[in-house]
């Protein structure tokens, strides 16, 4: 899965014992050995979620029948952005058809599109009263559009709902979806994100479904079709990739006009997943940002404990005003 760039803070189980407990969560996972865990360092620690915030945006996302990558894909951030009403949406369902290494969303084969999903996030976004919300969603090869046409739904229904909320949509990379790029973007979202996860190197092993260069070239053909659309972009740090590879990721998105790089920390899900091969200090993630904004990036967001959509919309709101300035 694409979307969802925020793997586990923690070990989690491979068996999804809440709806389904005999099938492993990870049934392409579940026959392979072992790999080391790293001891995390005192920069990546976060507190459990418990606070008032964060209980009421459980219910409200429960009570609405909705995902999200929040949980899903057991985000290190979800205490501090549920305590905020914050959450990420995740659509059509909580079963993925790829099988990345670094992902700990649940994978196999999905169930049908809900037809009401759409007026469920949108209601939940009204009852959160959300000013910027993110929806994204899990890899939909099995779909003739890859599920673009339910995101324009999804949009469609925020706007008509929650006439002044922003809206961010953090989608697949549509492979092989003529067309699908075309749908989302003519729904209008405020900010088109997509992310590349991780360099080209580590493709093979990392996120085997995908392909590098036609991700990139999902970001460049959102500028084609709409310039005013912001695009964003992300990858994990810690898979073993080099610096310079690092610096050509960069290279590419800005060739491609993508105005927001984000930059986090990789966190292993499980012992079946990839390895963390190094926990990158704060420091480097300082200067990654650095080179970034040198390379001609608006916005970047680059630290251990960064995911897509952590603060969008403080994010989205900087990106407004640094456009609104140069104009």
Known sequence: M?????PAAAMAVLIDSVAEPRRPRHPEKAHRPDQPVLPKPDWI???APVSPGYLETQRIVRANGLHTVCEEAGCPNIGECWDKKHATFMIMGDTCTRACAFCNVKTGLPGPLDPTEPVNVAEATAKLGLTHVVVTSVDRDDLDDGGAAHFAAVIR?????????????????FLRKDGAAEMVVAARPDVFNHNLETVPSKYVTVRP?????????????VKEIDSEIFTKSGIMVGLGEQRNEVLQVMDDLRAAEVDFLTIGQ????????????????????KELAAIA????????????????SHHAGDDFAGLKALRTSHR
Do not use: W
């Open 2 to 6: 694409n979307a969802h760039t925020e």
């Open 45 to 47: 620690r976060v507190k």
């Open 157 to 173: 229904a925020i706007r008509g709902r929650c006439h002044k909320t922003t809206i961010e949509v953090l989608t697949p990379d």
């Open 209 to 221: 479904g995908a392909r590098y260069f036609a991700s990139i070239r999902l970001l460049q053909r």
């Open 266 to 285: 990789y966190l292993q899900p499980s012992r079946k997943h990839h390895s963390v091969m190094r926990f990158v200090p704060p420091d480097e993630f």
């Open 293 to 308: 904004y040198a390379k001609g990036f608006s916005m970047v967001s680059a630290s251990p404990l960064t995911r897509s």
